[in-house]
């Protein structure tokens, strides 16, 4: 359950409460709540005093549960805000591979009216004799781009060693499906107040990914994006299977901002624009797309990104689908 303390109760009392509860003390918006198993549905009359109110809860899925708060959470990313009308369109190569790769992106970017750009500094790739990125010198040229055309950065951490580096760097840090376990990286992302992005897991229930997303969330962050990228299922002609039933589901029962990968979902660029339009008329709050200048020279997934006028004909076929579900894209 969650509980909010009123208001001037000493730290004392919380703490007593908390460790009572075996809770989590977790401050927002100058309230004070703590979060205890969900097993737990009653608290000891000796508390009623410092209780404002509380929320029973049936699942560890509290504090992103819309329960517990009804609307989509509102985050600011740049010139967007998600969790109101806007999509978040953001675009760029799978990894930062120079810099005259990432500027003509930027260059798309700022010329398609767009404001954010991702790419990956840090590679969690799945053989370690693949591209594993440019490390500190790709965050740089990605920062180098939000300074020169005033972008938002969108990047990864691959795991809790340079976690504290992709914080500086970073407006979004994504925490891949390869390290959405990584409770280093969860912890650290839940003491800083950036937006955080995770990535659900192949083999990922929704239970697990959004039980990620209450790690960031406990630790103090409420600025957590869900992003559906495609499970494991039996079918071996796309690279992964897009969940769309799971992303309703999402968008039921849980109050966080979600994002759709259409990319590594298919994971064959001729697919990519339809699977990106269907995400569209689902009404969600943004989209990831990779897009390379030259796919055919890329160093990582080359196969499912779009060239720059493969895009260009996408985003235009948007559009009137993101308008005719009330959505401006951003």
């Given at each position: 359950m969650i509980i909010q303390c009123r208001k001037n109760i000493s730290e004392s009392q919380i703490d007593r409460l908390a460790a009572t509860c075996e809770g989590v003390v977790v401050n927002y918006d100058s309230n004070v709540f703590v979060v205890t198993p969900s097993a737990l549905k009653a608290v000891d009359a000796q508390f009623d005093s410092i209780i404002d109110t509380s929320w029973v809860m049936d699942s560890d899925i509290q504090l992103s549960s819309r329960k517990f708060k009804s609307d989509t959470r509102k985050i600011n990313i740049g010139k967007c805000t998600t969790g109101g009308n806007q999509t978040l369109l953001t675009i760029g190569p799978c990894g930062v591979e120079s810099e005259e790769m990432i500027e003509q992106t930027a260059k798309l970017i700022v010329g398609s009216g767009l404001s954010t750009i991702r790419a990956g500094a840090f590679k969690p790739r799945t053989s370690p004799y693949s591209f594993q990125g440019m490390g500190e010198e790709g965050l740089k040229l990605l920062a180098r781009m939000r300074e020169k055309y005033g972008l938002s950065v969108v990047t990864e951490v691959r795991d809790s060693t340079h976690v504290q580096m992709v914080l500086e760097y970073a407006d979004v840090v994504q925490i891949g499906a390869k390290a959405m376990y990584d409770h280093g990286i969860l912890r650290a992302c839940g003491r800083s107040q950036k937006p955080i992005l995770i990535k659900r897991g192949f083999g990922t229930t929704l239970q697990e990914f959004v039980q990620a997303a209450e790690f960031v969330l406990s630790g103090g962050n409420p600025n957590v994006l869900l992003c559906e990228r495609g499970i494991r299922t039996f079918e071996t002609k796309s690279r992964f299977t897009l969940d769309l039933c799971g992303v309703a589901y999402l968008k039921e029962y849980t109050n966080l901002p979600v994002i759709l990968d259409p990319s590594h979902a298919m994971g064959y660029a001729y697919g990519v624009s339809d699977l990106a339009r269907a995400c569209m008329a689902m009404n969600v709050d943004g989209l990831l797309i990779e897009v390379h200048p030259d796919p055919s020279v890329a160093k990582s997934d080359a196969a499912q990104q779009l060239n720059?006028?493969?895009?260009?004909?996408?985003?235009?076929?948007?559009?009137?689908?993101?308008?005719?579900?009330?959505?401006?894209?951003v």
């Amino acid at each position: 359950m969650i509980i909010q303390c009123r208001k001037n109760i000493s730290e004392s009392q919380i703490d007593r409460l908390a460790a009572t509860c075996e809770g989590v003390v977790v401050n927002y918006d100058s309230n004070v709540f703590v979060v205890t198993p969900s097993a737990l549905k009653a608290v000891d009359a000796q508390f009623d005093s410092i209780i404002d109110t509380s929320w029973v809860m049936d699942s560890d899925i509290q504090l992103s549960s819309r329960k517990f708060k009804s609307d989509t959470r509102k985050i600011n990313i740049g010139k967007c805000t998600t969790g109101g009308n806007q999509t978040l369109l953001t675009i760029g190569p799978c990894g930062v591979e120079s810099e005259e790769m990432i500027e003509q992106t930027a260059k798309l970017i700022v010329g398609s009216g767009l404001s954010t750009i991702r790419a990956g500094a840090f590679k969690p790739r799945t053989s370690p004799y693949s591209f594993q990125g440019m490390g500190e010198e790709g965050l740089k040229l990605l920062a180098r781009m939000r300074e020169k055309y005033g972008l938002s950065v969108v990047t990864e951490v691959r795991d809790s060693t340079h976690v504290q580096m992709v914080l500086e760097y970073a407006d979004v840090v994504q925490i891949g499906a390869k390290a959405m376990y990584d409770h280093g990286i969860l912890r650290a992302c839940g003491r800083s107040q950036k937006p955080i992005l995770i990535k659900r897991g192949f083999g990922t229930t929704l239970q697990e990914f959004v039980q990620a997303a209450e790690f960031v969330l406990s630790g103090g962050n409420p600025n957590v994006l869900l992003c559906e990228r495609g499970i494991r299922t039996f079918e071996t002609k796309s690279r992964f299977t897009l969940d769309l039933c799971g992303v309703a589901y999402l968008k039921e029962y849980t109050n966080l901002p979600v994002i759709l990968d259409p990319s590594h979902a298919m994971g064959y660029a001729y697919g990519v624009s339809d699977l990106a339009r269907a995400c569209m008329a689902m009404n969600v709050d943004g989209l990831l797309i990779e897009v390379h200048p030259d796919p055919s020279v890329a160093k990582s997934d080359a196969a499912q990104q779009l060239n720059h006028d493969t895009f260009g004909k996408l985003f235009e076929s948007l559009k009137p689908i993101a308008a005719a579900v009330g959505r401006t894209i951003v």
